[in-house]
């Protein structure tokens, strides 16, 4: 080869994971954006609500509008999916330390989620038979 080609092939793109990984922290950064905002608009309103639930919902505005496109997130929306067990782990860790009140309110407690369980499963199924017969 002579010297020019080697001149030409110096310049080499970056490696996948190098691309990867700076393309899921940007968009890591969006959604954590998205999540400050949705805060910030419950602080400023005094909404009774959680701000990231308002976050969310402004992401879902923003992809239902077509403002932002879902293959924006789809790197970041992957990892956080593929990993969502570990975000579990402080949740149990903390339950650990309710014991007592699992013994004296864990009946209620069990009865409430499978209550919740049950209608959340039931609505999900309905409002999908809903929108099949309307498609």
């Given at each position: 080869m002579s010297q020019a080609a080697d001149a030409v092939q110096v310049r080499r793109a970056a490696p996948w994971f190098v691309r990867d990984l700076s393309l899921g922290a940007l968009q890591i950064f969006g959604l954590w954006t998205l999540n400050?905002?949705?805060?910030?608009?419950?602080?400023k309103v005094a909404l009774p609500l959680p701000g990231n639930l308002v976050g969310l919902v402004l992401l879902y505005s923003l992809l239902a509008l077509g403002i932002v496109k879902l293959s924006w997130f789809e790197t970041a929306?992957?990892?956080?999916?593929?990993h969502l067990a570990f975000f579990f782990v402080p949740i149990t860790v903390g339950l650990m330390d309710a014991g007592s009140l699992f013994a004296t309110h864990g009946v209620g407690i069990i009865l409430t989620l499978a209550a919740s369980a049950a209608v959340g499963i039931i609505l999900a199924e309905w409002i999908s038979q809903l929108l099949l017969r309307n498609s």
């Open positions: 400050c905002a949705g805060v910030w608009v419950v602080k929306g992957s990892f956080l999916v593929r």
